[in-house]
Structures are given as structure tokens and as C-alpha cells.
């Protein structure tokens, strides 16, 4: 079977510029209500690294004071090691510090290195001896 052959007086099968344009404009209202939502993912995503950090430094405190009966001054006491900060070209957003620490508790943070919606706040996490990672300062 044979197809007929075209006549040029019929239009060829595609899509107008207004279709086009109509279809582009949807696609770009879709990616304004998208992307405000993706940047609080991502966001979470990023503070779910000062709270694993914080969590794996009671867990070396709380050896550290079985141990020794007191509580490490700083986290390299309790072989805790700094991933190198983003900074510093590495991966690392929160920077670990204990605060305090003597027999009867500590307090450890992760203070933010980088300010994640850019207005001149750092985000701070903080855990003490009762194991309770908190958010100190929100960013």
C-alpha cells in the first residue's frame, strides 16, 4: 500500500509558537512552587549532619567517662576527628567544640560554618550529658 503524496497546500504536523509558549509558562510555575520546597529539604538535609556529628560525640563522652570518671574538654580527647570543613575544600558544615565538660556533664556543639539562607545567622546545634541534641540558634 502506497501512501498518497502530499499536497504543499497542506499544513505540516507540529507545534505553534503559542503552544509552546503556553507549555514553557507552565513548566516555569511549576519550578516556582518546587523549588522553595527542594531548599527546605535540602536544608533538613544539611542539619541532619550537625545532629549525627553531635550524636556520635555523646556517644565517645559518655566512654570516655566511663573511663575516667569525668567528662572530655575537648573532642579530640575522645577521638572525635574534624572532617575537613567545606571551608577548607572538604565536606564538613558544622564545626564541634565542647563547651564544658567537668564530672557531672558537658556540653557540646556544632556551630554552622556556612549560612544557609544568607542572613548573617549560623545555624547552632548543642548535646549535653542527657544525650538531647537541640537546636540552640536557628538558621
Known sequence: MTTPPRSHDTPEAGFSLTEL?????????????????????????????????????????????????????????????????????????YVIAVERADDRGFTATATSVVDFDKDGTFNVWEVSESGVVRERVPD
Not at 503556553?22 to 550537625?50: C, H, Q, S, Y
Not at 550524636?55 to 570516655?64: A, P
Request: charged share 15%.
Open 21 to 93: 509558549m503556553v507549555v514553557l509558562v507552565i513548566v516555569g510555575i511549576l519550578a516556582l512552587l518546587a523549588i522553595p520546597r527542594f531548599m527546605n529539604v535540602t536544608a533538613d538535609a544539611k542539619k541532619t549532619e550537625a545532629k549525627l556529628m553531635l550524636k556520635q560525640v555523646y556517644s565517645l563522652e559518655q566512654g570516655y567517662l566511663y573511663q575516667n570518671d569525668v567528662y572530655a574538654s575537648s573532642p579530640g580527647l575522645i577521638g572525635f576527628e574534624q572532617t575537613p570543613l567545606v571551608s577548607q575544600g572538604g565536606s564538613a558544615r
